[in-house]
């Protein structure tokens, strides 16, 4: 019990000294998320849980999650082997923020996919607040792709930015949550990065650009025959094995039916 104690109090010690630095805004900066959310609307009491990363630099922000994030590192090491020790999560995909575009990149496994984004947040500034990390924190809200939000900020950290594509506010986002707890992003630790850190993304040059409605053409198409996800022109298989993986899909899918953009 002492030594769990002393534990609380140092680490609440390094929160309140990180908390009292000055971070520049050109700091490179992360800011570790963990995601509640209930992917089946027919039973929302059901929850899973993610964890992603928000990396801050000069001139962008990159958000994934932690397993994605790995990836990219591995990938970029020398024993790439490492993978296959990954938890893997159902969020695969990267967004990027910068120049006020978000840019989505999309992973489906044969596929890849990259388009452009330009949001306008109309974020109504409320009164409540509290106290997150060791950050005062302000609240705003606001209504995103069909689902109602309440977002904690902290105007002590220089960054207008925040988890998934959600920015525009007068600080960092440290805790959104749709009114009805169906997605519930909190941020879980904050770290400084080096001046000359840089993130080596994935290849670009493997994701081809395409519109918005050719997406959701795709994911149509997806739902309708899953296994164009796993057709290569490397590996063939029988039509049992597609007709297979499409019943399974489908199956697991029932229960995977509340996305976190409605429209």
Request: hydrophobic letters at 35%; one cysteine or more.
């Amino acid at each position: 019990m002492l030594i769990r104690n002393i534990y609380i109090i140092l680490l609440l010690c390094s929160v309140f000294s990180f908390a009292q630095n000055k971070i520049d805004k050109e700091q490179n900066f992360r800011i570790s998320y963990d995601l509640e959310y209930s992917p089946d609307s027919t039973n929302l009491n059901r929850k899973e849980y993610d964890s992603f990363f928000l990396t801050i630099s000069k001139d962008k922000s990159i958000f994934n999650s932690e397993s994605e994030y790995l990836k990219d590192s591995i990938l970029n090491s020398p024993n790439p082997n490492n993978l296959l020790k990954l938890n893997k999560s159902l969020f695969k995909n990267t967004i990027i923020k910068k120049n006020d575009k978000i840019i989505n990149y999309l992973n489906y496994n044969v596929y890849r996919f990259i388009f452009d984004e330009s949001i306008n947040f109309k974020w109504e500034l409320t009164k409540e607040t509290k106290n997150i990390l060791g950050y005062k924190c302000k609240s705003a809200s606001i209504n995103f792709k069909g689902r109602n939000y309440i977002a904690f900020y902290t105007d002590e950290l220089p960054f207008s930015d925040g988890p998934y594509k959600f920015n525009g506010l007068p600080g960092l986002i440290l805790e959104i949550s749709d009114l009805n707890n169906n997605y519930f992003f909190k941020a879980v630790a904050l770290k400084k990065l080096s001046k000359n850190f840089n993130y080596k993304i994935f290849n670009e040059n493997s994701y081809k650009k395409i519109e918005l409605e050719e997406i959701k053409k795709l994911e149509d198409k997806i739902k309708e025959k899953p296994s164009i996800l796993i057709m290569n022109e490397n590996i063939k298989l029988s039509e049992e094995a597609y007709e297979k993986y499409n019943r399974s899909y489908k199956e697991k899918n029932k229960f995977r039916n509340n996305s976190i953009e409605l429209d």
